[in-house]
């Protein structure tokens, strides 16, 4: 894989939120990257560190309690993090934009649907404030509003969450940047409007070649939409791998867990209650020591070896990574050696 | 409301909040009545200083006049009496619209220029700068304040600041202005931190607005109509802190303002005089009914959170 063809590439990212009652490692060991024109999708429960890893993109993690500390985010050969914040403004909206969970406050109330999307056309692009309204009222009929040409004069709250998730597609897409980001866009919105959301999401990657970071909890998005996806876990990465393997062939117990705890519709007649994932998510300031999943894993959990060492993202072959000691083709020799040498054999 | 359909050759033309909210204004009968008296009472401060300019010896102008003899009643000739010296409340009256819409401008745009920066500033930056807006403004708010604007006042009189002679209503406003921006910063402050929480400044943020442009196109038109209330409230207040310190003897000396006529009139009502009082208590009244109502319907307009389904 060459560099160029490559949109976002992510090493090593750790952010880490400096409490009063201690340091929470939000983002810890994060990889990876996100090719050109793909829909790359980061899937994980609440406080993963989903949002925090979108927000180190945008060098908008809130500073203090917040602070990037160690890794490296590259976009477009130029590492973002050694950036200066003029430089890094000229990029957001611009080359890497964003949409955001809740349609609803994500919106100036004070200034029309048509002020705003105007704005962020003309803090990236030399037009006139005419030319900026007319292409407001085409990036509006782009995304799907009816009539742009009067909704471009309202006020966000004369329109629907669905418009409004809608507006903020047309403010981000509107400098066509290379890269959105965008931050459980549907998570708010009811199911019919999430398809409709997610194909213009999908019409546009086609027109613009964009690259898509998709961060969402909902697998069934995941597997209708992205090309790659990365299951969090507690901060880290624990699976990488090409959308129709994960879910053909999940290798890390969590992911097999998630896949597990979904409704499925029309196999078999008898109805049996959901598998579910026992225990809760850790809080980030007191992680388990060793996999962060063991407590909670069928395999792992009265494992020494578990219970001790965190296992790092590895490739295990055929393209994928994870991050288990029992995944098929993870350990090495030598540490198979260690382990029967400390613990007896498995 | 049936709108217009717009022709796709039809540019389509934007519509700013100022526009809509002032479009909104203009159906509230009220409060384009109290309006009308506003500008009525800015238009004769206006008149009157447009005629001492040049020199135009109208009534007001010539309040020194004696139009009669003392404590005259109202009469046909002298439609609110006379004074002790003989001259017309009348003119006296409208004279000290001068004084105190000058003083409570120009003590509305210190606070403002003060106030409003500082608690923006601090709510939106926060950490050490923070700190000390906040020190300051809670040392100078735990003063009492008419002590303080005494005090003010006091120390101000007859100084001389930046090669201004400090005489009369200057120091006066300067004291006011000085003194009461604590609480439009505090409130300013306030809003500021909760509004920068919002995830519209987040989503601002994430296509490039600067730090400036966050504070003055999205969280000022935001806390706006917290700052026009507070004008129109605060308004009526430096008037009646003009009022008392002329009642005080500190503001205006020379020329009438309505502090000074109610406090010449306290002496008055045990002989029956009434209509000084009268007159000066009405022209405040009207005024400071007029900016609340005023005020009140213009936050009602431009708040779009505040606004009626159309």
């Known amino acids: 894989m060459s560099e160029n063809s490559l949109a976002l590439s992510i ?118 404030e005419n030319q900026a309204w007319a292409d407001a009222v085409d990036m509006l009929r782009k995304v799907g509003i009816s009539e742009p040409e009067q909704r471009v004069n309202e006020y966000p709250h004369q329109m629907s969450g669905g418009m409004r998730q809608r507006v903020m597609i047309a403010m981000a897409v509107s400098c066509q940047p290379q890269l959105l980001i965008a931050d459980e866009p549907t998570t708010a919105l009811d199911v019919t409007i999430q398809a409709q ?68 519709l029309g196999l078999g007649r008898e109805v049996k209650r959901l598998q579910t994932i026992s225990g809760t998510v850790p809080d980030p300031l007191h992680f388990p020591a060793g996999c962060k999943f063991h407590p909670r894993c069928s395999v792992g959990c009265s494992d020494k070896r578990c219970q001790g060492i965190e296992p790092e993202l590895r490739e295990v072959g055929n393209g994928r990574h994870v991050a288990c000691w029992y995944a098929q083709g993870y350990e090495t020799e030598e540490e198979i050696k260690e382990y029967e040498s400390k613990y007896g054999k498995k | 409301m049936i709108k217009r359909r717009l022709t796709n050759s039809e540019q389509p033309k934007g519509r700013s909040l100022w526009q809509d909210g002032l479009k909104r204004l203009g159906r509230r009968k009220l409060a384009m009545v109290c309006f009308a008296v506003i500008v009525l009472y800015f238009l004769l401060a206006g008149f009157i200083y447009f005629a001492e300019l040049i ?6 102008i010539r309040w020194q006049e004696e139009v009669g003899g003392a404590y005259e009643g109202p009469s046909s000739q002298n439609k609110f009496g006379t004074d002790i010296f003989g001259q017309s409340v009348l003119r006296k009256t409208l004279y000290g619209a001068k004084i105190s819409i000058t003083v409570a401008l120009c003590a509305s745009f210190i606070s403002i220029v003060i106030g409003v920066p ?17 020190w300051v403004y809670s040392t100078l708010s735990s003063i009492p304040y008419i002590l303080l604007i005494l005090a003010f006042a006091v120390v101000l009189r007859d100084k001389t600041l930046f090669g201004f002679k400090l005489t009369g209503i200057t120091s006066v406003y300067l004291a006011i202005g000085l003194t009461s921006w604590v609480g439009l910063c505090r409130l300013i402050r306030g809003e500021v931190i909760k509004h920068k929480e919002r995830e519209y400044v987040l989503a601002a943020k994430s296509y490039g607005c600067s730090g400036a442009r966050i504070i003055f196109r999205h969280l000022l038109p935001n806390v706006f109509h917290l700052i026009i209330i507070d004008f129109s409230l605060r308004f009526v207040a430096f008037i009646h802190a003009e009022v008392i310190l002329s009642f005080l003897g500190l503001g205006e000396a020379t020329r009438p303002s309505w502090g000074v006529m ?34 009140d319907a213009l936050r009602d307009a431009i708040d779009p959170r505040l606004r009626k389904a159309a």
């Open chain 2, 262 to 295: 109610i406090n010449d009139a306290r002496i008055e009502l045990s002989r029956g005089v009434w209509w000084q009082m009268v007159a000066a208590t009405a022209a405040i009244f009207f005024i400071s009914l007029a900016l609340n109502i005023f005020g």
């Open chain 2, 55 to 60: 020199d135009w010896q109208v009534g007001p």
């Open chain 1, 197 to 264: 959301i997610l194909d213009l999401l999908d019409d546009l990657q086609k027109q613009n070649g964009m690259s898509i970071l998709l961060i969402t909890h909902d697998l069934a998005i995941v597997a209708e939409r992205a090309d790659n996806v990365a299951v969090m876990y507690a901060s880290r990465i624990v699976e990488i791998a090409e959308s129709k393997q994960l879910f053909q062939e999940p290798l890390h117990p969590y992911t097999k867990g998630l896949l597990k705890s979904l409704p499925r």
């Open chain 1, 11 to 128: 090493q090593g990212l750790g952010v880490s939120f400096f409490t009063e009652d201690g340091i929470a490692r939000a983002v810890q060991d994060v990889s990876f990257s996100v090719k050109k024109g793909e829909t790359f999708a980061l899937v994980g429960e609440s406080g993963c560190g989903k949002s925090v890893t979108a927000l180190s993109i945008m060098r908008l993690i809130p500073q203090p309690p917040g602070k990037i500390v160690s890794g490296d985010i590259v976009f477009d050969n130029r590492s973002l993090l050694e950036l200066s914040e003029k430089r890094m403004r000229g990029i957001r909206g611009n080359k890497i934009a964003m949409i955001f969970q809740e349609p609803m406050t994500s919106l100036n109330p004070v200034y029309t649907v048509g002020n705003q999307i105007v704005e962020a056309i003309r803090l990236h692009q030399k037009k006139s």
């Open chain 2, 118 to 134: 500082l608690g923006t500033i601090a709510g939106y930056y926060r950490g050490v700068v923070d700190e000390i807006i906040v």
